[in-house]
């Protein structure tokens, strides 16, 4: 295997690494002072900021956009998911920081989603200003009535009326959905009860300003509510549609939603490397600058000790997410599913591990607002659920290894839910 990054990838890392420390690492608290100055001032905490508007045509200007859609003609900037993947962990070692570039979950999964499995018209409507940045959108297939790591259990309904759609469903800890930018979603629902069980699903493109959408409220993670961007719990209430909206055709949901996760899932893991390496590195220099019992504190075993386990945990991570990147190039995503699958366990447990170590260097101020482990924290943990919990990873990588030697007679499909 070759991992070796292309000239323009290496090219494109100095240029984002210098763009993070002139503009991203210098406004983190900025950041969140206008966000919680918006809910004091305005009485909105939910307005998008004026610092990420004012950075977005910067990045822009610098080539440093859209990087992860790979093979599209309306965005010929996309890189291979080996190249993309180094950028992908710059950006992540600051949870806003995607969305300057474009690149910034879900919209880049629903990009990625229309524009394979969308229609011209579908393009024209929505890709195009996504791809712009001028709106943003989510992805609504989690539901609290039943357990959503089966996505064979969603309850939604979308049953055809003529030339249109009608959706009555419940859904919740759709992303993104908080954000007064957020113009479209996509939904998955199922189309007809009575089909084979995975034939049942399809996913339907929802203007979000269509009648009987409610907001019924955002869902704060750990405490934290996430405002703009947010997670929220949507009731869609005979929400009528025309049949154009339809992606691919009736019964089509899993197959959209195997092509849409496996990208979405080694994101995720690349950002949460990027996480880890900055825990390590704030970890690193405040062992250095403090001195316990007559001695820094980086000298104490103990902390040698985690530091030594937290290099190694990063780099088998980032060794696995490459391989995994490179053979989604190569052979294509459902080649690559176990190696999506394990890395989807690994780099957010590694991550998790790496920031509990760095918060506990920092003592109290860990886990305060002075430094961003925290809250890095709280996001990061909600991997081990999102885009399928841990459990069913596992359980899909162990069928797939012991499909190897026997013959078990039952689906081998990796699961497609969205936590």
């Known amino acids: 295997m070759n991992f070796d990054y292309s000239e323009r990838c290496k090219e494109l890392q100095g240029r984002l690494l210098a763009f993070m420390d002139e503009h991203i690492y210098p406004n983190e608290k900025a950041f969140k002072q206008e966000i919680d100055r918006n809910g004091v001032e305005k009485g909105n905490r939910w307005i998008p900021t004026e610092l990420i508007e004012r950075l977005k045509p910067l990045a822009r ?20 998911n080996l190249d993309y993947a180094p950028l992908c962990e710059i950006m992540g070692r600051v949870v806003w920081a995607p969305e300057v570039f474009n690149c910034a979950a879900p919209d880049t999964g629903n990009m990625e989603t229309i524009e394979r499995y969308g229609s011209e018209a579908h393009k024209r409507e929505w890709l195009e200003p996504l791809l712009r940045g001028e709106i943003r959108s989510a992805f609504a297939m989690t539901e609290p009535n039943v357990a959503s790591s089966d996505a064979t259990n969603i309850e939604t309904r979308i049953e055809r009326d003529g030339g249109d759609y009608v959706i009555n469903g419940h859904k919740w800890w759709i992303s993104g959905a908080g954000d007064p930018r957020c113009k ?20 339907i493109v929802v203007p979000a300003d269509t009648p009987g959408i409610t907001i019924v409220r955002p869902l704060p993670v750990f405490g934290y509510d996430d405002a703009p961007h947010g997670h929220c719990e949507i009731l869609f209430e005979n929400v009528r549609v025309p049949v ?54 980086s000298e104490q075993g103990v902390w040698r000790e985690r530091i030594a386990e937290s290099r190694i945990r990063i780099d088998t991570a980032r060794l696995l997410t490459l391989k995994a990147a490179f053979m989604m190039d190569t052979v294509g995503n459902k080649q690559a599913a176990a190696e999506i699958a394990m890395i989807k366990v ?15 260097a920092h003592g109290a101020a860990g886990v305060s607002d002075d430094f961003p482990l925290a809250s890095q924290w709280a996001m990061n943990r909600t991997l081990r659920l999102a885009d399928g919990p841990d459990e069913v990873h596992r359980n899909a990588v162990a069928k797939l290894e012991l499909a190897k030697w026997i013959s078990l007679g039952e689906d081998l499909s990796l699961p497609i839910t969205r936590s």
């Not at 825990?279 to 504190?297: D, P, Q, T, Y």
């Not at 690994?346 to 506990?360: E, K, S």
């Open 61 to 80: 200007e610098q080539g440093l956009w859209n990087l992860f859609l790979p093979q599209s003609v309306r965005a010929p900037e996309g890189l291979s």
């Open 184 to 203: 479209v979603f996509i939904v998955m629902g199922k189309t007809d009860f009575t089909a084979a069980r995975h034939a049942q699903q399809s996913m």
């Open 244 to 297: 154009a909206n339809l992606l691919l055709g009736e019964g089509r949901g899993f197959e959209i939603a195997q092509g849409r996760l496996g990208p979405g899932r080694i994101h995720h893991c690349m950002r949460a490397i990027g996480v880890a390496e900055r825990a390590l590195e704030l970890m690193c220099k405040r062992l250095n600058s403090r001195v316990a019992f007559g001695k820094k504190i």
């Open 346 to 360: 690994l780099a957010p447990t590694v991550a998790q591990d790496v920031l509990d170590w760095a918060i506990q």
